[in-house]
C-alpha cells in the first residue's frame, strides 16, 4: 500500500508568520499531489495540487513545492490568519491505483 | 448550489442493525465518493462511482455496499453494522479525475456523517 505521512501532528503558529506544512511519501510513481483543508466538523476543502512534472506551484497566500528526490512535499501559508487554522491533509495519486492516498493530517493552530 | 449534501448528520447503530447514508450532488459531476475518516486518521477510500450504473471498489469496501441509479445520488449501504465501523463518513464528487485540471478534477466534500455502532 501506499505510505503518505506528515512530520509533525501539530504545529502552531502567531499570526502574520508563514506556516510550512510538511509531507513525507512513499511511491515514487505517484504523479498528483493535492492538499485538503478540514475545518472542525466540516469536509475537506480543496486548496492546491501538483503534478509532478513540476516542482513549484502558487496560489492565493499558499504555495506547494514538491521535492521528488527526497520525496517530500510542503504547503507554504503566507501571512497566516485565524481561519487558517485547520487539519491539513496531502494526498498522493498512484497512476497504478484506483484512488488518492491521504496522510493522516497536521493540526494548525494560529495564535492571534 | 447546495453541492455535496448528506443525510444523517448523525447516527447511533446498534450491532447487526442496517442503514444507508444518502449523498446527493447537484453539480452533475460524473464521479461520485464515498470516504471514512477514523479519529486522528486520513480518509480512506470505501467505493467510488464514475457514473449512474457504475461503481467500484476502493481501499476498505469490506461490510459496505453502494449504487449509483442516478448522477445525483450515491447511497451507502451497512447492512450489519459492527463497532469497527464507527467512523465519520464523507462523500464527494467530481467532475473529472485526474484530467490533469484542477477546475474538473477537484473534488467537493459533503459535512459528514458521524457514525456511531455500539
Known amino acids: 500500500g501506499e505510505s503518505v505521512g506528515l512530520h509533525l501532528p501539530t504545529l502552531s503558529v502567531q499570526e502574520g508568520d508563514n506556516s510550512i506544512i510538511n509531507c513525507a511519501y512513499s511511491?515514487?510513481?505517484?504523479?498528483?499531489f493535492i492538499w485538503y483543508k478540514q475545518e472542525s466538523g466540516k469536509g475537506p476543502q480543496f486548496i492546491i495540487d501538483?503534478?509532478?512534472?513540476?516542482d513549484k506551484r502558487q496560489g492565493q497566500r499558499v504555495t506547494v513545492l514538491l521535492n521528488k528526490t527526497v520525496k517530500h512535499l510542503s504547503l507554504q501559508i503566507a501571512a497566516t490568519q485565524p481561519g487558517d487554522s485547520a487539519v491539513y491533509f496531502c494526498?498522493?495519486?498512484?497512476?497504478?491505483?484506483?484512488?488518492?492516498?491521504f496522510g493522516t493530517g497536521t493540526r494548525l493552530t494560529v495564535i492571534p | 448550489n447546495a453541492g455535496v449534501t448528506q443525510t444523517p448528520k448523525f447516527r447511533i447503530l446498534k450491532i447487526g442493525q442496517s442503514m444507508t447514508l444518502q449523498c446527493t450532488q447537484d453539480?452533475?459531476?460524473?464521479?461520485m465518493y464515498w470516504y471514512r475518516q477514523d479519529p486522528g486518521m486520513g480518509l480512506k477510500l470505501i467505493y467510488y462511482?464514475?457514473?449512474?450504473?457504475?461503481?467500484d471498489k476502493g481501499e476498505v469496501p469490506n461490510g459496505y455496499n453502494v449504487s449509483r441509479s442516478t448522477t445525483e445520488d450515491f447511497p451507502l449501504r451497512l447492512e450489519l453494522a459492527a463497532p469497527s465501523q464507527t467512523s465519520v463518513y464523507f462523500c464527494?464528487?467530481?467532475?473529472?479525475?485526474?484530467?490533469?485540471?484542477?477546475?474538473?478534477?477537484?473534488?467537493?466534500f459533503g459535512p459528514g456523517t458521524r457514525l456511531t455502532v455500539l
Open positions: 453539480m452533475n459531476h460524473n464521479y
Open positions: 501538483i503534478r509532478s512534472n513540476m
Open positions: 494526498a498522493e495519486n498512484n497512476p497504478g491505483a484506483n484512488n488518492l492516498f
Open positions: 462511482s464514475v457514473g449512474a450504473g457504475i461503481t
Open positions: 464527494a464528487s467530481s467532475y473529472s479525475r485526474l484530467a490533469g485540471d484542477p477546475s474538473t478534477d477537484t473534488q467537493y
Open positions: 511511491n515514487s510513481a505517484s504523479d498528483y
